[in-house]
């Protein structure tokens, strides 16, 4: 019996209501893009909480990215109204893991006021472990270093756990010693990075097993969405906490495995059929998002992929338009055609909001955001930390982070002579040596030095100055509105007067930027909120609303749709990227044609499809020739709307050689056949491989994890 009164059930397919319904013990969901795996997702809290099965803080829901969390929160109380407020523990694993290790801070070596490092942090940090550690930083540099360790993080080993066999691979053997330098480095900074947020939540749990315990118990409900995409640490830290009640759910599709290149493991899939034996497993195949054409076109292309565990997708909608292909003569002439087709697109009523543009890297995003001012249209960039990235921006969080926490000695080093002050290098150097030897942060170093005679008097009057102003700047926290506080810091420290004297032409952006900067701050409670912010942001901060068309990576794309997507740059080399085409195997090209897949299927309506034949890249022209993917979409889906200028028009729309430079490519198999009518029914069934012989991954189980200590050592069942 269904309780039939519950409106926010309406409308859900037998499928999807079964996925709600199914509160208790494990479920997971495989299923396709646009079938509704999120809106499953969304209902199942509001059922949750509806049915007084769990109340908001006892859930953890863990999403890809803050904005989505934002979205699903906006969506829950959509559903329930004011019941679905507050979800605590809604957000991403690196927002959550750092909530939980705040609170327990202590208990890995950390305070609860840590600093979250940033990329160009952890790699300066790097640096300095390198060149302790007497390596050639030349042969063995702070990137590879970091990629290194990020690598081991993202599998949940702690510098102990990583197979000796590895850390002897790495700079003459002595990777583990990195590793062990490097961590011991952050607990004296009190910082952590990014892969320490869920990292040191496993070493909490592993070495205080009555805090696993607690929050095993708090965590009646766990949901994890774009569940194909989470690493082995991520996986690690599910399984814990789900350990608890059991009540876990994730949804995802192997078909949008994208970040494998950062750690995730599609296996995870099939980890958590073992782990958690007896889950329920709900296929859903309608797809609500796409019409016809479009998810012919999307489903056509990542049937070329073996590795799959195949499923089935319909849609009920119409065939609608073709997915349109359109040539252009280089980048510059491709951002031109985009322009005008949204233009034209807005002539007819279309709202910006519903547009997106969708590029492989965000290089390509120069040219087509020039060309969105040049025609005055209001966009935005999603994804990626571009606005705190800046350097001025990276500088003004300098100031208050160490305003905050004077131990973060990074971020002190970074402003220590910015504005110039007259402090070298020298100072600095004395600076480093007392702060080691005292074994204090270099804030307090510099305090003391100021009382000794070991800097000479006009260093030391800066670094006086430096020191008093700090103090200042950290007693004045708390008694104004804390944007005030960082505009006084800003000025007091001669940081925006800098800015105004630079005579370069960026300056007056950069103190645009600053003022934004101080402007964002007044939406969070208190510093601390804010810089917690900064630190977790992964997207620039929206304003909800407004009609503009939005511009991003594809891999930030995930799990959004719009009405009409835009995907340029569809070129060998471009995309698949050249990496993918160098490799021997073929898992760098499935991934990017999941990419693929990912940007196809976040259309509605309309799916366009771009390529240049010239590209500048590094800044030198190259020619280029129309994406491999682009052949293997479904002929009848497709339609070539626009050749490149310049081109003699033969039987073909393009020439077999375009290019002044003399490229060239084959006819696509795209314009050859027209005839096939469009299958706007099912796109599965057969021609999805299924059959086990065509899968590669699901072999034999998911291989054994790294870090299985973890959970034997909590004495929790184990693969
Ligand atoms: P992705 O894999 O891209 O993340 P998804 O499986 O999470 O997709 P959703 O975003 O949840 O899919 O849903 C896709 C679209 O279909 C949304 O607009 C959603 O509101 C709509 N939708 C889902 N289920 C239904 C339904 N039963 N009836 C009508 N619309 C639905
Ligand atoms: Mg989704």
New binding site residues.
């Given amino acids: 019996l269904r309780p039939q009164s519950s409106p926010y059930l309406e ?3 037998d499928e ?1 209501r079964r996925a709600v319904e199914a509160t208790d013990g494990p479920v997971l969901v495989l ?1 396709g ?7 499953v997702l969304t209902t199942r809290i509001a059922h949750l909480i509806a049915t007084a099965k769990a109340r908001p803080f006892d859930i953890l829901s863990v999403t890809f990215t803050n904005k989505a969390a934002r979205e699903m929160k906006h969506r829950i109380g959509g559903l329930i109204g004011p019941a679905g407020e507050g979800m605590p523990w809604l957000g991403t694993f690196h927002s959550i893991g750092t909530k939980i290790l705040r609170r327990h801070a202590e208990l890995v070596g950390l305070r609860s006021d840590f600093t979250i490092l940033g990329m160009d942090d952890q790699l300066r940090l790097m640096k300095q472990v390198i060149v302790d550690q007497n390596i050639d930083e030349k042969r063995w540099p702070a990137r590879a270093l970091a990629s290194a360790i990020d690598g081991w993080k993202n599998r949940g080993l702690l510098p102990e756990q990583v197979p000796p066999g590895e850390a002897q691979a790495f700079a003459f053997g002595k990777g583990g010693a990195l590793y062990t330098a490097y961590q011991a480095r952050l607990l004296t900074l009190n910082a952590a990075d990014f892969g320490d947020l869920l990292l040191l939540c496993l070493k909490l749990w592993r070495e205080n097993p009555d805090v696993l315990e607690t929050y095993q118990q708090r965590f009646r409900y766990i949901l994890v969405d774009e569940y194909q995409d989470t690493n082995v640490a991520q996986y690690l830290w599910l399984r814990l906490l789900a350990q608890g009640h059991r009540n876990v759910a994730c949804v995802g ?1 192997d078909d ?1 495995s994208i970040y494998g290149w950062r750690g995730a493991e599609v296996d995870n899939i099939l980890r958590f059929e073992h782990d958690f034996p007896g889950a329920t497993v709900v296929r859903l195949e309608r797809n ?2 796409s019409t016809g054409h479009i998810l012919a076109a999307a489903s056509g292309l990542i049937a070329k992929n073996e590795g799959r565990l195949g499923k089935t997708l319909r849609t009920e909608d119409v065939a609608g338009e073709k997915v349109t292909v359109a040539g252009a003569w280089d980048s510059e002439e491709e951002a031109r055609q985009i322009g005008e087709a949204i233009e034209s697109l807005q002539h007819r009523q279309h709202p910006l909001s519903e547009i997106a543009v969708l590029v492989r890297i965000s290089a390509q995003m120069r040219e087509i955001e020039d060309r969105f001012v040049q025609l005055g249209l209001p966009y935005r960039v999603i994804g990626g930390p571009r606005f705190y990235e800046r350097a001025e921006i990276r500088d003004a969080l300098a100031y208050l982070r160490v305003t905050m926490n004077p131990s973060d000695d990074l971020a002190f080093e970074r402003i220590f002579n910015t504005p110039k002050r007259g402090l070298g290098d020298a100072t600095l150097q004395i600076l480093h040596g007392y702060s080691r030897s005292q074994g204090v942060p270099l804030l307090q170093a510099a305090r003391l030095l100021t009382e000794t005679d070991e800097l000479k008097p006009r260093a030391r009057s800066g670094v006086r100055a430096l020191v008093e102003s700090f103090s200042r700047w950290a007693r004045l926290v708390g008694t104004k509105p804390h944007s005030e506080v960082a505009q006084t810091i800003l000025e007091e420290s001669g940081y925006t007067e800098m800015w105004q004297k630079d005579k370069s032409a960026d300056a007056a952006g950069r103190l645009e930027n600053l003022k934004e900067f101080v402007r964002s701050m007044e939406e969070f409670p208190d510093l601390a909120a804010f810089l917690e912010h900064v630190s977790l942001v992964m997207e620039a901060s929206e304003q909800e609303g407004a009609d503009r068309v939005s511009l991003m990576t594809l891999h930030a794309a995930k ?1 959004l ?1 719009f009405d009409t997507v835009f995907l340029p740059g569809w070129e060998d080399g471009l995309f698949p990227n050249q990496r993918a085409l160098d490799e021997s195997g073929r898992a760098g090209l499935e991934e990017e044609r999941r990419l693929a897949h990912v940007g196809l ?1 976040r259309a509605r309506k309309r799916a366009k499809l771009s390529f240049a034949v010239n590209r500048r890249i590094h800044g030198l022209w190259s020619s280029t020739i129309p994406s491999r993917f682009i052949d293997e979409l479904p002929p009848a889906s497709v339609e070539v709307v626009e050749a490149p200028a310049h081109f003699s028009a033969g039987a073909s729309r393009f020439d077999r050689n375009p290019t002044p430079f003399g490229s060239s490519y084959g006819t696509p198999g795209w314009q050859r056949a027209q005839a096939a009518t469009a299958n706007t029914g099912n796109f599965g069934g057969g021609n999805f491989g299924s059959g086990p012989s065509r899968n590669p991954v699901n072999r034999s189980g998911p291989r054994q994890i790294e870090g299985e200590l973890i959970a034997k050592s909590t004495g929790t069942p184990s693969a």
């Fill in positions: 409308g859900l397919n999807q299923a893009a646009g079938t509704g795996k999120t809106r599709d949008q609500y998002r799990g749709e299927t």
